[in-house]
């Protein structure tokens, strides 16, 4: 496996909190990850250490075997794109002017455009659903569409590397598992490496490899997601009742709420 992306025992500090400890784990080429854990688990931290964005205070984090802070960052921008969980977007540029912006890293001198640049747009825009929306202002659209266009510039970018801290947290079902499902075909077809920061464990599950899961800080699990996702480690984990099945079309976890913990709800019937 030739790995794009290796956290070591990873320390991040913000101020003088320490907010994730001793992270390890290695992201090859065509593989895709999840990141998954609770609310102030230290998941976006992950996310934006990778992406360069934060210095690890301990440990090492590796760019395709070198050490990311030493990867100048106009070579980084070509290997790796970062969007955020919040992505700062200007809200007088048009769709396709932001989705452009991806292709900075790879124009020339005189920073023109090039057939190439303008066909890799197009194509990031479609393929993330958002090509008829390329004259929009980017303020005037929908949580759901602007997410879609952040993850359609970092396309733009043609990365190695793909980090989405919550891609789907505004989507409705249908571009959930359209956006996870090219994600996982990019992986397949041009080995693209992906880390997906994602609540929903299931779709995480149908979508992902590999599962790392998070708790304060630290790594509860990791390793195949029907690995990680056992019902015991789970309510550890978040500390609520739940129930693990299996897909009813592959060996995929499904994670459900259990209505252990609100007995009133489960007395008013409804039961299997
Ligand atoms: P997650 O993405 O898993 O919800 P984050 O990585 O955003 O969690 O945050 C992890 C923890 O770090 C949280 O407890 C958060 O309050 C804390 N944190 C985030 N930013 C800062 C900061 N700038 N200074 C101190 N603590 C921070
Ligand atoms: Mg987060």
């Known amino acids: 496996m030739n790995a794009q992306l290796s956290f070591e025992g990873v320390e991040v500090r913000l101020g ?59 070579d980084r921008a070509r290997i790796c794109a970062y969007v955020a969980q919040q992505p700062a977007a ?15 890293p790879h124009l020339g001198l005189f920073g023109a455009e090039s057939e190439k640049d303008r066909a890799t747009v197009e194509q990031a825009m479609e393929r993330a659903g958002v090509s ?33 801290d919550e891609p789907t947290s505004n989507l409705d079902l249908r571009f959930q598992a359209s956006i996870l499902g090219l994600v996982w075909r990019l992986s397949r077809d041009e080995g693209l490496a992906a880390l997906v920061v994602i609540h929903d464990l299931s779709l995480a599950a149908l979508f992902c490899d590999r599962l790392l899961l998070l708790a304060e800080g630290r790594v509860a699990g990791y390793g195949p997601p ?14 609520t009742p739940l129930r693990v099945l299996p897909h009813p079309e592959r060996l995929s976890p499904v994670v459900v709420h259990s209505l252990a913990g609100h007995p009133q709800i489960a007395n008013q019937g409804g039961e299997a």
Not at 58 to 74: F, M, T
Not at 133 to 159: D, H, M, T
Not at 226 to 238: F, G, K, N, Q
């Open 16 to 74: 003088r909190r320490v907010i994730v400890s001793g992270v390890t784990f290695e992201l090859g080429e065509g593989e895709v990850m999840a990141l998954c854990g609770p609310n102030g688990a230290g998941k976006s931290t992950i996310a934006r250490a990778a992406a360069g964005l934060l210095p690890a205070s301990a440990g090492s984090i590796r760019l395709r075997g070198s050490a990311l802070r030493s990867v100048p960052p106009g």
């Open 90 to 104: 200007p809200p007088g540029f048009a769709v396709r002017e932001l989705v452009a912006l991806g292709r900075l």
């Open 132 to 164: 008829s929306l390329g004259a929009r202002p980017i303020g005037e659209l929908s949580g759901g569409e602007q997410q879609r266009v952040s993850i359609a510039r970092a396309l733009a970018q043609e990365p190695r590397l793909l980090i989405l």
């Open 226 to 239: 029907a690995e990680v996702l056992t019902a015991p480690l789970l309510v550890r984990t978040y500390g």
